[in-house]
Protein backbone atom coordinates (compact mmCIF):
# COMPACT_ATOMS: atom_id res chain seq x y z
CA UNK A 1 0.00 0.00 0.00
CA UNK A 2 2.74 2.52 1.00
CA UNK A 3 4.81 1.46 -1.92
CA UNK A 4 1.77 1.97 -4.41
CA UNK A 5 1.22 5.18 -3.25
CA UNK A 6 4.75 6.03 -3.13
CA UNK A 7 4.94 5.21 -6.87
CA UNK A 8 2.10 7.27 -7.25
CA UNK A 9 3.29 10.44 -5.84
CA UNK A 10 6.42 10.04 -8.22
CA UNK A 11 4.12 9.49 -11.15
CA UNK A 12 2.53 12.57 -10.15
CA UNK A 13 5.64 14.89 -9.82
CA UNK A 14 6.78 12.53 -13.05
CA UNK A 15 3.82 14.08 -14.82
CA UNK A 16 4.56 17.56 -13.52
CA UNK A 17 7.69 17.80 -14.29
CA UNK A 18 6.99 16.54 -17.85
CA UNK A 19 4.46 19.23 -18.41
CA UNK A 20 6.78 21.83 -16.95
CA UNK A 21 9.77 21.48 -19.41
CA UNK A 22 7.34 20.34 -22.61
CA UNK A 23 6.97 24.25 -23.31
CA UNK A 24 3.39 24.04 -25.01
CA UNK A 25 0.51 26.91 -23.92
CA UNK A 26 -2.79 26.54 -24.24
CA UNK A 27 -2.92 30.77 -24.10
CA UNK A 28 -4.49 32.48 -26.33
CA UNK A 29 -2.65 35.64 -26.41
CA UNK A 30 -5.57 38.07 -26.77
CA UNK A 31 -5.14 41.86 -27.96
CA UNK A 32 -2.26 40.64 -29.92
CA UNK A 33 -3.74 37.34 -31.69
CA UNK A 34 -7.46 37.27 -32.25
CA UNK A 35 -9.19 34.11 -32.86
CA UNK A 36 -11.62 33.59 -35.81
CA UNK A 37 -14.50 32.04 -35.18
CA UNK A 38 -16.60 29.71 -36.98
CA UNK A 39 -19.90 30.28 -39.04
CA UNK A 40 -22.89 30.15 -36.70
CA UNK A 41 -20.71 32.14 -33.88
CA UNK A 42 -23.35 33.72 -31.46
CA UNK A 43 -21.69 37.36 -31.13
CA UNK A 44 -23.39 41.11 -30.93
CA UNK A 45 -26.93 41.10 -33.46
CA UNK A 46 -27.46 43.20 -36.54
CA UNK A 47 -30.84 44.74 -37.44
CA UNK A 48 -32.05 45.07 -40.64
CA UNK A 49 -34.54 47.82 -40.85
CA UNK A 50 -35.87 47.56 -44.22
CA UNK A 51 -36.83 44.10 -44.07
CA UNK A 52 -38.53 44.13 -40.79
CA UNK A 53 -42.48 43.23 -40.42
CA UNK A 54 -42.31 44.23 -36.68
CA UNK A 55 -43.89 41.43 -35.98
CA UNK A 56 -42.70 41.36 -32.41
CA UNK A 57 -41.96 37.60 -32.50
CA UNK A 58 -38.29 38.63 -30.81
CA UNK A 59 -38.98 40.65 -28.20
CA UNK A 60 -41.50 37.88 -27.13
CA UNK A 61 -39.17 34.76 -27.61
CA UNK A 62 -36.43 36.66 -26.05
CA UNK A 63 -36.05 34.63 -22.49
CA UNK A 64 -33.70 37.34 -20.91
CA UNK A 65 -36.17 40.36 -21.53
CA UNK A 66 -32.94 41.59 -23.51
CA UNK A 67 -35.15 42.19 -27.08
CA UNK A 68 -38.22 44.97 -26.31
CA UNK A 69 -40.23 46.63 -28.77
CA UNK A 70 -39.95 50.64 -28.69
CA UNK A 71 -42.03 52.68 -30.23
CA UNK A 72 -40.52 54.54 -33.09
CA UNK A 73 -41.37 58.04 -33.16
CA UNK A 74 -40.75 59.10 -36.67
CA UNK A 75 -42.31 56.67 -37.89
CA UNK A 76 -45.66 56.94 -35.51
CA UNK A 77 -45.70 60.59 -36.65
CA UNK A 78 -46.02 59.98 -40.21
CA UNK A 79 -48.31 57.18 -39.96
CA UNK A 80 -50.54 58.63 -37.20
CA UNK A 81 -50.28 55.39 -34.77
CA UNK A 82 -47.41 53.98 -32.70
CA UNK A 83 -45.27 51.83 -34.94
CA UNK A 84 -42.96 49.29 -33.14
CA UNK A 85 -39.65 48.29 -33.81
CA UNK A 86 -37.24 45.78 -31.88
CA UNK A 87 -34.22 47.17 -29.71
CA UNK A 88 -32.02 45.55 -27.65
CA UNK A 89 -30.27 45.52 -24.36
CA UNK A 90 -26.89 44.30 -23.95
CA UNK A 91 -27.14 44.50 -20.18
CA UNK A 92 -29.56 41.51 -20.50
CA UNK A 93 -28.66 39.39 -23.68
CA UNK A 94 -27.74 36.17 -23.19
CA UNK A 95 -26.47 35.48 -26.60
CA UNK A 96 -29.14 32.87 -27.12
CA UNK A 97 -30.18 33.61 -30.60
CA UNK A 98 -33.42 32.66 -30.09
CA UNK A 99 -34.65 36.10 -31.64
CA UNK A 100 -32.59 35.15 -35.00
CA UNK A 101 -33.93 31.51 -35.37
CA UNK A 102 -37.55 33.47 -34.54
CA UNK A 103 -37.38 36.18 -37.18
CA UNK A 104 -39.66 35.14 -40.20
CA UNK A 105 -37.97 37.43 -42.53
CA UNK A 106 -34.13 37.07 -41.39
CA UNK A 107 -33.69 40.71 -40.50
CA UNK A 108 -31.78 39.62 -37.36
CA UNK A 109 -28.70 38.22 -37.94
CA UNK A 110 -25.47 37.14 -35.47
CA UNK A 111 -22.27 38.62 -36.33
CA UNK A 112 -18.48 37.21 -34.84
CA UNK A 113 -18.10 40.59 -32.49
CA UNK A 114 -17.76 40.14 -28.59
CA UNK A 115 -15.24 42.10 -27.90
CA UNK A 116 -16.82 45.51 -27.39
CA UNK A 117 -16.71 48.07 -24.46
CA UNK A 118 -18.79 50.53 -23.26
CA UNK A 119 -17.83 53.23 -21.00
CA UNK A 120 -21.63 53.49 -19.55
CA UNK A 121 -24.20 51.44 -18.82
CA UNK A 122 -26.65 53.50 -21.08
CA UNK A 123 -24.30 52.82 -24.04
CA UNK A 124 -25.35 49.36 -24.11
CA UNK A 125 -28.58 49.82 -24.62
CA UNK A 126 -29.43 49.67 -28.52
CA UNK A 127 -33.00 51.35 -29.66
CA UNK A 128 -34.29 50.86 -32.73
CA UNK A 129 -32.59 53.85 -34.19
CA UNK A 130 -29.23 52.40 -32.77
CA UNK A 131 -29.79 48.83 -33.29
CA UNK A 132 -30.33 49.70 -37.14
CA UNK A 133 -26.60 51.30 -37.27
CA UNK A 134 -25.00 48.26 -36.94
CA UNK A 135 -22.42 47.29 -34.36
CA UNK A 136 -19.45 49.10 -32.64
CA UNK A 137 -16.19 48.36 -34.17
CA UNK A 138 -13.48 46.64 -32.27
CA UNK A 139 -10.48 48.79 -31.27
CA UNK A 140 -7.10 47.61 -31.51
CA UNK A 141 -3.94 49.13 -30.15
CA UNK A 142 -2.33 47.84 -32.81
CA UNK A 143 -3.25 45.46 -36.33
CA UNK A 144 -4.27 41.89 -34.00
CA UNK A 145 -2.55 38.91 -36.05
CA UNK A 146 -5.79 36.16 -37.29
CA UNK A 147 -5.51 32.96 -35.51
CA UNK A 148 -7.64 29.58 -35.69
CA UNK A 149 -7.92 27.38 -32.85
CA UNK A 150 -6.88 23.70 -34.53
CA UNK A 151 -7.25 20.39 -32.28
CA UNK A 152 -4.12 18.28 -31.93
CA UNK A 153 -3.93 15.06 -30.89
CA UNK A 154 -0.80 15.35 -29.24
CA UNK A 155 -0.68 18.84 -27.89
CA UNK A 156 -4.43 19.49 -27.74
CA UNK A 157 -4.89 23.32 -28.93
CA UNK A 158 -2.43 24.63 -31.15
CA UNK A 159 -3.19 28.25 -32.93
CA UNK A 160 -2.59 28.66 -36.76
CA UNK A 161 -2.48 31.82 -38.19
CA UNK A 162 -5.14 32.65 -41.34
CA UNK A 163 -4.75 34.92 -43.89
CA UNK B 1 33.50 54.89 2.68
CA UNK B 2 36.32 52.28 3.29
CA UNK B 3 35.94 52.27 6.60
CA UNK B 4 31.78 51.39 6.26
CA UNK B 5 32.68 48.63 4.11
CA UNK B 6 34.46 46.80 6.80
CA UNK B 7 31.98 47.27 9.23
CA UNK B 8 30.11 45.53 6.89
CA UNK B 9 32.34 43.07 5.46
CA UNK B 10 32.39 41.65 9.45
CA UNK B 11 30.67 38.29 9.75
CA UNK B 12 28.51 39.89 12.86
CA UNK B 13 27.15 41.94 10.73
CA UNK B 14 27.67 40.30 7.44
CA UNK B 15 25.34 37.33 8.13
CA UNK B 16 22.13 39.50 9.78
CA UNK B 17 22.28 41.90 7.04
CA UNK B 18 23.45 40.56 4.02
CA UNK B 19 23.51 36.89 3.66
CA UNK B 20 22.23 34.75 4.66
CA UNK B 21 20.01 37.33 6.17
CA UNK B 22 17.87 40.05 5.83
CA UNK B 23 18.90 41.54 2.07
CA UNK B 24 18.92 38.31 0.49
CA UNK B 25 15.97 36.54 2.09
CA UNK B 26 14.35 39.82 1.28
CA UNK B 27 15.57 39.87 -2.78
CA UNK B 28 14.94 35.76 -2.47
CA UNK B 29 11.46 36.72 -1.53
CA UNK B 30 10.92 38.80 -5.02
CA UNK B 31 12.24 36.37 -7.37
CA UNK B 32 10.80 32.99 -5.46
CA UNK B 33 7.35 34.28 -5.79
CA UNK B 34 7.56 35.03 -9.09
CA UNK B 35 9.18 31.94 -10.20
CA UNK B 36 6.48 29.78 -7.73
CA UNK B 37 3.40 31.20 -10.47
CA UNK B 38 5.66 30.92 -13.52
CA UNK B 39 6.09 27.43 -12.76
CA UNK B 40 2.78 26.42 -11.65
CA UNK B 41 1.55 28.61 -14.90
CA UNK B 42 4.17 26.58 -16.93
CA UNK B 43 2.36 22.95 -15.67
CA UNK B 44 -0.79 24.13 -16.48
CA UNK B 45 0.07 25.05 -19.60
CA UNK B 46 -0.53 29.28 -19.23
CA UNK B 47 2.40 32.11 -19.13
CA UNK B 48 2.12 33.13 -15.72
CA UNK B 49 2.83 36.38 -14.83
CA UNK B 50 4.01 38.25 -18.14
CA UNK B 51 3.28 41.87 -18.66
CA UNK B 52 5.39 43.52 -15.75
CA UNK B 53 8.65 43.87 -18.06
CA UNK B 54 7.80 41.42 -20.63
CA UNK B 55 11.43 41.29 -22.84
CA UNK B 56 12.24 38.79 -18.88
CA UNK B 57 9.10 37.34 -19.10
CA UNK B 58 7.73 39.18 -16.34
CA UNK B 59 10.26 38.97 -13.61
CA UNK B 60 9.98 42.35 -11.87
CA UNK B 61 5.91 41.29 -11.23
CA UNK B 62 6.94 40.94 -7.43
CA UNK B 63 8.31 44.61 -7.79
CA UNK B 64 5.04 45.79 -8.84
CA UNK B 65 2.92 43.80 -6.07
CA UNK B 66 5.21 45.10 -3.63
CA UNK B 67 4.86 48.85 -4.71
CA UNK B 68 0.90 47.89 -4.31
CA UNK B 69 1.44 46.38 -0.81
CA UNK B 70 2.93 49.52 0.38
CA UNK B 71 0.66 51.98 -1.00
CA UNK B 72 -2.58 50.36 -0.19
CA UNK B 73 -3.97 51.39 2.92
CA UNK B 74 -3.76 48.19 5.82
CA UNK B 75 -7.56 48.50 7.22
CA UNK B 76 -7.67 47.40 10.68
CA UNK B 77 -10.91 46.57 11.75
CA UNK B 78 -12.46 47.94 14.91
CA UNK B 79 -13.12 44.79 16.95
CA UNK B 80 -9.33 43.52 16.75
CA UNK B 81 -7.28 43.56 18.70
CA UNK B 82 -4.95 46.07 18.19
CA UNK B 83 -1.99 45.63 19.53
CA UNK B 84 -1.29 42.01 18.62
CA UNK B 85 -2.84 42.61 15.37
CA UNK B 86 -0.26 45.17 14.38
CA UNK B 87 2.80 43.61 16.10
CA UNK B 88 1.93 40.15 15.31
CA UNK B 89 3.42 40.50 11.59
CA UNK B 90 7.02 42.57 12.01
CA UNK B 91 6.91 39.52 14.71
CA UNK B 92 6.30 36.59 12.36
CA UNK B 93 8.67 38.23 10.25
CA UNK B 94 11.36 38.99 12.67
CA UNK B 95 10.68 35.34 14.12
CA UNK B 96 10.71 33.49 10.29
CA UNK B 97 14.46 35.06 9.89
CA UNK B 98 15.65 35.34 13.41
CA UNK B 99 16.82 31.68 12.72
CA UNK B 100 19.74 32.81 9.69
CA UNK B 101 21.59 34.77 12.57
CA UNK B 102 23.30 31.00 13.68
CA UNK B 103 23.63 29.68 10.11
CA UNK B 104 27.29 29.33 9.21
CA UNK B 105 28.47 30.89 5.49
CA UNK B 106 32.13 29.24 5.38
CA UNK B 107 33.92 27.06 7.70
CA UNK B 108 35.36 30.42 8.56
CA UNK B 109 32.83 32.80 8.15
CA UNK B 110 29.83 33.31 10.72
CA UNK B 111 28.35 35.34 12.91
CA UNK B 112 29.09 33.19 15.91
CA UNK B 113 30.30 29.86 16.55
CA UNK B 114 28.28 27.28 18.96
CA UNK B 115 28.59 23.24 20.20
CA UNK B 116 24.53 23.49 19.58
CA UNK B 117 24.35 25.92 16.49
CA UNK B 118 21.78 22.89 15.06
CA UNK B 119 19.31 23.23 17.83
CA UNK B 120 19.70 27.26 18.33
CA UNK B 121 18.28 27.58 14.33
CA UNK B 122 15.56 24.75 15.29
CA UNK B 123 14.51 26.43 18.20
CA UNK B 124 14.08 29.84 16.84
CA UNK B 125 12.43 28.24 14.03
CA UNK B 126 9.49 27.02 16.28
CA UNK B 127 8.61 30.74 17.18
CA UNK B 128 6.90 31.87 14.19
CA UNK B 129 3.73 29.43 14.30
CA UNK B 130 2.88 31.06 17.99
CA UNK B 131 2.09 34.37 15.98
CA UNK B 132 0.25 33.26 13.60
CA UNK B 133 -1.87 31.54 16.16
CA UNK B 134 -2.24 34.95 17.85
CA UNK B 135 -2.87 36.44 14.68
CA UNK B 136 -5.64 34.15 14.66
CA UNK B 137 -7.01 35.14 17.77
CA UNK B 138 -6.58 38.98 17.46
CA UNK B 139 -8.09 38.97 14.15
CA UNK B 140 -11.88 38.43 15.55
CA UNK B 141 -12.43 36.70 12.52
CA UNK B 142 -13.82 33.04 12.37
CA UNK B 143 -11.83 32.14 9.21
CA UNK B 144 -8.63 33.36 10.83
CA UNK B 145 -9.31 31.12 14.35
CA UNK B 146 -9.66 28.16 12.32
CA UNK B 147 -6.59 29.34 10.37
CA UNK B 148 -5.20 29.93 13.60
CA UNK B 149 -6.23 27.14 14.89
CA UNK B 150 -4.66 24.64 11.75
CA UNK B 151 -1.65 26.09 12.35
CA UNK B 152 -1.37 24.81 15.79
CA UNK B 153 -2.76 21.39 14.65
CA UNK B 154 -0.48 21.11 11.88
CA UNK B 155 2.82 22.29 14.32
CA UNK B 156 2.20 19.72 16.69
CA UNK B 157 2.36 17.21 13.65
CA UNK B 158 5.76 18.32 11.77
CA UNK B 159 8.06 19.61 14.93
CA UNK B 160 8.53 16.50 16.21
CA UNK B 161 9.67 14.30 13.23
CA UNK B 162 10.98 17.09 11.63
CA UNK B 163 13.25 17.40 14.56
CA UNK B 164 14.25 14.02 14.68
CA UNK B 165 15.30 13.55 11.59
CA UNK B 166 17.28 16.72 11.83
CA UNK B 167 19.19 15.49 14.99
CA UNK B 168 19.89 11.94 13.66
CA UNK B 169 21.94 13.51 11.50
CA UNK B 170 23.80 15.05 14.42
CA UNK B 171 23.86 11.53 16.05
CA UNK B 172 25.39 10.44 12.87
CA UNK B 173 28.32 13.31 12.88
CA UNK B 174 28.05 13.08 16.31
CA UNK B 175 27.99 17.16 16.87
CA UNK B 176 25.50 19.92 16.36
CA UNK B 177 27.79 22.17 15.37
CA UNK B 178 26.61 23.07 11.99
CA UNK B 179 30.40 24.05 10.91
CA UNK B 180 31.29 20.68 12.05
CA UNK B 181 28.77 19.10 10.54
CA UNK B 182 29.05 20.34 6.62
CA UNK B 183 32.95 20.18 7.07
CA UNK B 184 32.04 16.03 7.91
CA UNK B 185 30.61 15.76 4.55
CA UNK B 186 33.49 16.81 2.93
CA UNK B 187 33.50 13.28 1.19
CA UNK B 188 29.77 12.06 1.16
CA UNK B 189 27.37 13.83 1.56
CA UNK B 190 24.37 13.46 4.10
CA UNK B 191 21.52 12.71 1.77
CA UNK B 192 23.13 9.64 0.41
CA UNK B 193 24.18 8.72 3.97
CA UNK B 194 20.81 8.72 5.35
CA UNK B 195 18.48 9.41 2.64
CA UNK B 196 15.17 8.19 5.00
CA UNK B 197 16.48 11.88 7.12
CA UNK B 198 16.61 13.25 4.14
CA UNK B 199 12.85 12.80 2.53
CA UNK B 200 11.20 13.28 6.19
CA UNK B 201 12.86 16.64 6.61
CA UNK B 202 12.09 17.36 3.20
CA UNK B 203 8.20 16.56 3.91
CA UNK B 204 8.37 18.20 6.70
CA UNK B 205 10.13 21.62 5.89
CA UNK B 206 7.47 22.08 3.10
CA UNK B 207 4.62 21.14 6.09
CA UNK B 208 6.13 23.57 8.21
CA UNK B 209 6.00 26.53 5.51
CA UNK B 210 2.49 25.69 4.15
CA UNK B 211 3.63 24.64 1.35
CA UNK B 212 1.44 23.05 -1.51
CA UNK B 213 0.21 19.56 -0.52
CA UNK B 214 -0.17 21.26 3.49
CA UNK B 215 -1.18 24.66 2.73
CA UNK B 216 -3.74 24.05 5.01
CA UNK B 217 -3.59 27.04 7.74
CA UNK B 218 -4.37 29.23 4.74
CA UNK B 219 -6.39 27.20 2.57
CA UNK B 220 -7.70 29.79 -0.05
CA UNK B 221 -10.95 27.87 -1.10
CA UNK B 222 -11.68 27.04 2.42
CA UNK B 223 -10.80 29.98 4.85
CA UNK B 224 -10.68 32.67 2.55
CA UNK B 225 -6.79 33.21 3.75
CA UNK B 226 -6.51 31.63 7.36
CA UNK B 227 -4.74 33.32 9.77
CA UNK B 228 -4.53 36.09 7.49
CA UNK B 229 -7.66 37.46 6.06
CA UNK B 230 -8.23 40.51 7.97
CA UNK B 231 -4.44 41.92 6.89
CA UNK B 232 -4.35 44.32 4.31
CA UNK B 233 -1.23 46.36 2.45
CA UNK B 234 2.02 45.55 3.75
CA UNK B 235 0.79 44.02 7.22
CA UNK B 236 -0.21 41.15 4.38
CA UNK B 237 2.85 41.54 2.56
CA UNK B 238 4.79 40.53 5.70
CA UNK B 239 2.88 38.13 6.83
CA UNK B 240 2.56 36.49 3.39
CA UNK B 241 6.74 36.59 3.16
CA UNK B 242 7.16 35.19 6.50
CA UNK B 243 6.44 31.54 5.13
CA UNK B 244 8.72 32.23 1.98
CA UNK B 245 11.36 33.08 4.15
CA UNK B 246 10.77 30.34 7.05
CA UNK B 247 11.28 27.78 4.16
CA UNK B 248 14.53 29.78 3.16
CA UNK B 249 15.81 29.54 6.36
CA UNK B 250 15.13 26.37 6.37
CA UNK B 251 16.41 24.96 3.18
CA UNK B 252 19.48 26.44 3.93
CA UNK B 253 19.80 24.33 7.27
CA UNK B 254 18.93 21.43 4.80
CA UNK B 255 21.28 22.30 2.14
CA UNK B 256 23.92 22.39 5.32
CA UNK B 257 22.67 18.74 7.16
CA UNK B 258 22.64 16.67 3.82
CA UNK B 259 24.15 18.39 1.00
CA UNK B 260 27.29 19.27 2.06
CA UNK B 261 26.88 22.66 2.99
CA UNK B 262 29.57 24.55 0.43
CA UNK B 263 31.41 21.21 -0.15
CA UNK B 264 32.82 20.53 -2.42
CA UNK B 265 34.88 23.63 -2.61
CA UNK B 266 39.05 23.56 -3.09
CA UNK B 267 40.54 24.06 -0.05
CA UNK B 268 42.91 27.23 -1.01
CA UNK B 269 38.93 29.26 -1.75
CA UNK B 270 37.59 27.95 1.92
CA UNK B 271 38.55 31.18 3.76
CA UNK B 272 37.05 33.66 1.53
CA UNK B 273 33.20 33.64 2.07
CA UNK B 274 31.99 34.62 -1.36
CA UNK B 275 32.18 30.96 -3.30
CA UNK B 276 31.51 29.01 -0.01
CA UNK B 277 28.06 31.37 0.84
CA UNK B 278 26.95 31.26 -3.11
CA UNK B 279 27.29 27.19 -3.19
CA UNK B 280 24.99 27.35 0.31
CA UNK B 281 23.01 29.93 -1.81
CA UNK B 282 22.54 27.84 -5.13
CA UNK B 283 21.55 24.46 -3.05
CA UNK B 284 19.15 26.10 -0.87
CA UNK B 285 17.79 27.75 -3.62
CA UNK B 286 16.81 24.40 -5.79
CA UNK B 287 15.26 23.21 -2.37
CA UNK B 288 13.11 26.51 -2.29
CA UNK B 289 12.13 25.57 -6.68
CA UNK B 290 11.52 22.33 -5.56
CA UNK B 291 8.94 23.54 -3.21
CA UNK B 292 7.31 25.99 -5.50
CA UNK B 293 6.70 23.11 -8.21
CA UNK B 294 4.93 20.89 -5.50
CA UNK B 295 2.19 23.70 -5.80
CA UNK B 296 1.47 23.31 -9.31
CA UNK B 297 1.23 19.27 -9.22
CA UNK B 298 -0.68 18.67 -5.65
CA UNK B 299 -4.20 19.45 -4.43
CA UNK B 300 -4.53 20.62 -0.82
CA UNK B 301 -4.76 17.43 2.14
CA UNK B 302 -7.36 17.59 4.09
CA UNK B 303 -5.95 18.63 7.99
CA UNK B 304 -6.41 14.66 8.87
CA UNK B 305 -4.53 13.44 6.26
CA UNK B 306 -1.75 15.57 7.00
CA UNK B 307 -2.13 14.92 10.62
CA UNK B 308 -2.03 10.77 9.71
CA UNK B 309 0.91 11.72 7.83
CA UNK B 310 2.71 13.04 10.45
CA UNK B 311 2.01 11.08 12.93
CA UNK B 312 1.46 7.39 11.62
CA UNK B 313 4.11 8.04 8.22
CA UNK B 314 6.83 10.70 9.30
CA UNK B 315 7.41 10.41 12.86
CA UNK B 316 7.98 6.20 12.24
CA UNK B 317 10.61 7.41 9.54
CA UNK B 318 12.80 9.85 11.76
CA UNK B 319 12.99 7.10 14.23
CA UNK B 320 13.93 4.79 11.64
CA UNK B 321 16.33 7.49 10.28
CA UNK B 322 17.90 7.90 14.03
CA UNK B 323 18.44 3.65 13.58
CA UNK B 324 19.82 4.00 10.77
CA UNK B 325 22.81 6.84 11.36
CA UNK B 326 23.29 4.58 14.99
CA UNK B 327 23.82 1.19 13.02
CA UNK B 328 26.15 3.44 10.45
CA UNK B 329 28.16 4.80 13.12
CA UNK B 330 28.66 1.14 14.06
CA UNK B 331 29.86 0.38 11.23
CA UNK B 332 32.01 2.43 10.30
CA UNK B 333 33.14 2.57 13.76
CA UNK B 334 32.97 6.21 15.33
CA UNK B 335 31.93 9.10 14.28
Known amino acids: ?163 | MQDLLSVIMEPYVFVPLIFPGITVAFLLLLVIIWLERKIAAKVQLRYGPLYVLKPLGGAIQMVADLLRYLFQEPIIPKTVDKLAFIMTPALLFGAAYLPTIAIPVSPTFYAFRNDLSLLIVLALSTLAPIFTVVMGWASNNKFSLIGGVREGYIVVSYEIPMFLSALSMAVLYGSLDLVEIAEAQKGIWGIFLNPVAAITMLVLMYMSTSKFPFEIPEAESEIVAGAYTEYSGILYGLVMGASYVKLYVLSLVFAILFLGGWNPIPGFMANDPLLPGVLLFIKAFIIIVIGAFLRAVYPRFRIDQAMDLGWKTMLPLSIISIFISLVEIMIMGGA
Open chain 1, 1 to 163: MAVERTIRHIKALATGAKYMLGGHRLTLMYPDDIQEFPDGYRGMIEYDWDTCIKCGLCAMVCPADAMKMYVSKEESEEGKRPVRRPGINYTRCIFCGFCVDICPTNSLKFTKVHDVAFYTFEEQIYPPEKFREGIPKPQYDKEPRKVRAVLDEKRGIRYEPVE
